[in-house]
């Protein structure tokens, strides 16, 4: 991607699919028409793309700093996501990233003057992230209604992204 912000000035709709709103101060959304170029950041998800290795992801906030403003990790335990006798738990053991990882991973971020975000999976993720000093935090969708690590998170007073996708109204 050598130049995403100027695609997004010729197809300005795409934003609202494609790119989150950010700022350090306040993280907005807003309709395409309402949007001005200069407050848009590009956040590049790395999530688990890194497949557990550090190197990897380390790898990968350094050949995207050009083209993005901040990056975003997914920080989760396997515990957070499911019972030890889920079929996917030895994978979710694997893509969690120690303590250790996500440190490296935020030094890495903050040498090529990139934000980091985090997407919390659970109480462990968050207690594993809060260290690294993260700039923001994102709310899966599958934890609107886990208030506890909502109030959590909000303790941190950092710009905070809600996901609502895939959610049913209550």
Do not use: W
């Amino acid at each position: 991607i050598n130049d995403i912000k100027q695609s997004f000035r010729l197809y300005p709709l795409c934003l609202q699919f494609v790119v989150y709103l950010f700022s350090l101060s306040v993280i907005k959304a807003m309709p395409p028409n309402e949007m001005s170029l200069a407050e848009i950041n590009i956040i590049g998800e790395l999530a688990n793309a890194h497949e557990g290795d550090r190197q990897s992801a380390v790898q990968m906030v350094s050949s995207i700093s050009n083209s993005v403003d901040a990056v975003k990790l997914q920080i989760f335990t396997a515990d957070d996501l499911a019972v030890e006798s889920h079929e996917n738990y030895e994978l979710y053991q694997k893509l969690s990233r120690s303590t250790d990882d996500i440190n490296t991973i935020a030094e890495a971020a903050r040498e090529n003057d990139l934000y980091l975000l985090a997407d919390i999976l659970g109480k462990e993720g968050l207690n594993k992230i809060v260290e690294a000093n993260v700039d923001g935090f994102k709310i899966h969708s599958s934890d609107l209604t886990n208030f506890e690590l909502i109030e959590k998170i909000a303790q941190y007073e950092k710009p905070t992204i809600i996901s609502a996708g895939g959610v049913t109204p209550v």
